[in-house]
């Protein structure tokens, strides 16, 4: 079965301090697609980031960057010199490739809430 | 472009009452979901549709029900809320071509059932 594992509940930090959130996921799939996305206190799910399983790159996106292992199934998310902006809750997911009626469902994990102090 | 959206943003049920949640997108996506998010469970999968016409049970389809008579609209149905269904709802789609496995996701529905 497929399944997201975000172990840290909440996280506070202070302003400028860099911060990892953590994702582990368990899946059968050798193809699969990861996924971050940010929900700020206002509700809205957006999107971050997605990454398949054949590209283990690390990407770098200004402040935001991930570090994907196959290895360990892991697809961690680190804010580097975070702001205040940056508190909200992050929630991890993973999609099955399936072809052919595909479905693209997402396995969500059950987020991070972080907190930025100014 | 309006995206995902979803009628209405809040809403109040006593238990027992009937309510149609409206999500709609203007994106000519194919694919259209239903979740619900509760308090440390993230997002769980309600019910999806692959296109016109079709629908399938997700993770936790009990005591709701949907149709997707046009494309663009997925219809979320609860025929006699409980207060378990007490959430916020979202709605999400995506396409079947090219960068198909980035779902886009409505302003989300709060629901307290009473």
């Known amino acids: 079965a497929q399944k997201v594992t975000q172990a840290q509940t909440e996280i506070s930090v202070v302003e400028k301090e860099d911060v990892t959130l953590d994702c582990v996921y368990e899946?059968?799939?050798?193809?699969?697609?990861l996924f971050w996305y940010k929900q700020p206190p206002s509700g809205e799910l957006v999107f971050l980031i997605r990454r398949n399983s054949f590209d283990e790159q690390n990407e770098i996106s200004g402040r935001y960057s991930w570090n994907f292992q196959k290895s360990t199934s892991s697809f961690n998310f680190t804010i580097t010199a975070s702001q205040v902006v940056d508190s909200a809750v992050y929630f991890c997911a993973l999609s099955e490739v399936n072809y052919g009626g595909a479905t693209n469902k997402l396995i969500f994990g059950t987020g991070t809430l972080l907190a930025v102090q100014p | 472009n309006a995206g995902v959206t979803q009628t209405p943003k809040f809403r109040v049920l006593k238990t027992g009452q009937s309510m149609t949640l409206l999500c709609a997108q203007d994106?000519?996506?194919?694919?259209m979901y239903w979740y619900r998010q509760d308090p440390g469970m993230g997002l769980r999968l309600i019910h999806y549709s692959v296109g016109e016409g079709t629908t399938a049970k997700g993770e936790v389809p009990d005591g709701y029900n949907v149709s997707r008579l046009k494309k663009q609209n997925f219809l979320l149905g609860l025929e006699s809320a409980a207060p378990s269904q007490t959430s916020v709802y979202f709605c999400a789609s995506s396409t079947a071509q090219g960068n198909r496995y980035e779902q886009y996701f409505g302003p989300g529905t709060r629901l307290t059932v009473t």
């Open positions: 899946t059968r799939d050798t193809t699969y697609y």
């Open positions: 994106m000519n996506h194919e694919y």
